[in-house]
């Protein structure tokens, strides 16, 4: 039998084709992929590559779908379960692994990478996959292209897991993209009791808004950093979390966070970024926390799934566009022109 595919067969160049279904075994199971989202490592992917993405290769892994065949040894998930499967996959068997922090693992095995992805019809969970990694059925509560974003926000959990957000904490979080926004109902969740939401483009502004923040900082128009502290009595945030990759907000976040406070460089930067600049004594004389964050591990994606379930975090107003697989170009050019928030691709349509 076969299946559509988007193919990866070199730097810009993914070509919709028929390819045959993945070959299954006792170990494994098939995945009908009913959504699977445009994530910016996969733009990354397209245009400048990555060292665990050898071509012809499909990425894509913020994904939800229907298992359609089980092996007889699979116990994991059943003909018919709605599963929702995340990214980073443990090894299982180093020290890293062994301990719940698969994401540091050396190997650094991923859905989408070195382990085919879901920009297609049907997904092959592995062996690994299944014994390690993040894959949590959901009930029909929940849709598909809802459950798909499990992925994103599981790895938002992690952030603001290691900035040590709490109860009566104020945080303020820069870049209100689809992480940032995911940001505000979870820092809710986690007991912050102010939410500062900061971001530079006036139509993610306006998006963001239906989180229902604080306050808003249009980071184009105002200072920042005074916004900020005369926002928390002129003690700044407890925790400041960078959702925008930029050397700047990453500077900021620092000269703004409180003293004795956590600062989350989130967003990753590009390898051209100039380094950071800043007055290391700033972080000294503050006795601040500066923390960085990366992926996740399966324990986030399930919390990340019960919380949809559950109407806790909200993702339906991030999800703006909607593609049939064989508009995946036109779907990366919307996700890279930033129009909107999510771009979901449909590869059952």
Same mark, same amino acid.
Request: aromatic share 4%; proline share 5%.
């Given at each position: 039998?076969?299946?559509?595919?988007?193919?990866?067969?070199?730097? &810009?160049?993914?070509?919709?084709?028929?390819?045959?279904?993945?070959?299954? &075994?006792?170990? #494994?199971? /098939?995945?009908?992929?009913?959504?699977?989202?445009?994530? %910016?490592?996969?733009?990354?992917?397209?245009?400048?590559?990555?060292?665990?993405?050898?071509?012809?290769?499909?990425?894509?892994?913020? $994904?939800?779908?229907?298992?359609?065949?089980?092996?007889?040894?699979?116990?994991?998930?059943?003909?018919?379960?709605?599963?929702?499967?995340?990214? &980073?996959?443990?090894?299982?068997?180093?020290?890293?692994?062994? +301990?719940?922090?698969?994401? +540091?693992?050396?190997?650094?095995?991923?859905? %989408?990478?070195?382990?085919?992805?879901?920009?297609?019809?049907?997904?092959?969970?592995?062996?690994?996959?299944?014994?390690? %990694?993040?894959?949590?059925?959901? !009930?029909? $509560?929940?849709?598909?292209?809802?459950?798909? /974003?499990?992925?994103? /926000?599981?790895?938002?959990?992690?952030?603001?897991?290691?900035?040590?957000?709490?109860?009566?904490?104020?945080?303020?979080?820069?870049?209100?993209?689809?992480?940032?926004?995911?940001?505000? &109902?979870?820092?809710?969740?986690?007991?912050?009791?102010?939410?500062?939401?900061? =971001?530079? #483009?006036?139509?993610?502004?306006?998006?963001?808004?239906?989180?229902?923040?604080?306050?808003?900082?249009? !980071?184009?128009?105002?200072?920042?950093?005074?916004?900020?502290?005369?926002?928390?009595?002129?003690? %700044?945030?407890?925790?400041?979390?960078?959702?925008?990759?930029?050397?700047? $907000?990453?500077? =900021?976040?620092?000269?703004?966070?409180?003293?004795?406070?956590?600062?989350?460089?989130?967003?990753?930067?590009?390898?051209?970024?100039?380094?950071? +600049?800043?007055?290391? +004594?700033?972080?000294?004389?503050?006795?601040?926390?500066?923390?960085?964050?990366?992926?996740?591990?399966?324990?986030?994606?399930?919390?990340?799934?019960?919380?949809?379930? =559950?109407?806790?975090?909200?993702?339906?107003? /991030?999800?703006?566009?909607?593609?049939?697989?064989?508009?995946?170009?036109?779907?990366?050019? $919307?996700?890279?022109?930033?129009?909107?928030?999510?771009?979901?691709?449909?590869?059952?349509?």
């Amino acid at each position: 039998m076969m299946m559509q595919a988007a193919i990866l067969e070199a730097l &810009d160049s993914l070509v919709v084709q028929e390819v045959p279904l993945p070959q299954m &075994d006792d170990d #494994s199971a /098939l995945l009908r992929v009913e959504a699977v989202c445009i994530c %910016g490592s996969d733009i990354r992917i397209l245009h400048h590559g990555n060292p665990r993405v050898v071509p012809p290769a499909i990425i894509g892994h913020e $994904t939800a779908g229907v298992v359609v065949q089980a092996g007889k040894n699979v116990r994991r998930v059943k003909e018919g379960d709605r599963v929702a499967v995340g990214a &980073d996959v443990p090894c299982g068997q180093c020290h890293w692994c062994r +301990n719940g922090l698969g994401n +540091n693992c050396a190997i650094n095995y991923a859905v %989408g990478y070195q382990i085919p992805g879901s920009f297609a019809q049907y997904m092959k969970l592995t062996r690994l996959l299944l014994e390690e %990694g993040p894959v949590t059925k959901f !009930s029909s $509560t929940l849709s598909f292209e809802e459950a798909a /974003l499990a992925e994103p /926000l599981a790895c938002a959990i992690n952030g603001l897991e290691l900035a040590h957000l709490s109860l009566g904490k104020s945080v303020a979080i820069i870049g209100l993209g689809p992480i940032g926004c995911m940001m505000i &109902d979870l820092a809710r969740r986690m007991g912050a009791t102010m939410v500062i939401g900061i =971001q530079r #483009s006036r139509l993610r502004l306006d998006i963001a808004r239906e989180y229902q923040a604080d306050a808003y900082i249009a !980071s184009e128009e105002q200072d920042v950093i005074a916004r900020c502290r005369e926002l928390t009595a002129g003690e %700044g945030p407890d925790v400041v979390i960078t959702a925008a990759g930029s050397v700047e $907000t990453h500077r =900021q976040a620092i000269e703004m966070v409180a003293h004795r406070g956590y600062v989350n460089l989130f967003g990753g930067l590009p390898k051209n970024a100039p380094p950071l +600049n800043i007055l290391s +004594n700033m972080i000294h004389y503050k006795e601040c926390f500066v923390t960085g964050s990366h992926g996740c591990v399966p324990r986030h994606h399930e919390m990340a799934v019960r919380l949809l379930e =559950q109407g806790l975090v909200r993702v339906k107003p /991030l999800i703006t566009h909607h593609f049939p697989l064989n508009k995946i170009h036109e779907a990366f050019a $919307t996700a890279e022109g930033r129009t909107g928030m999510k771009v979901v691709l449909h590869p059952q349509a």
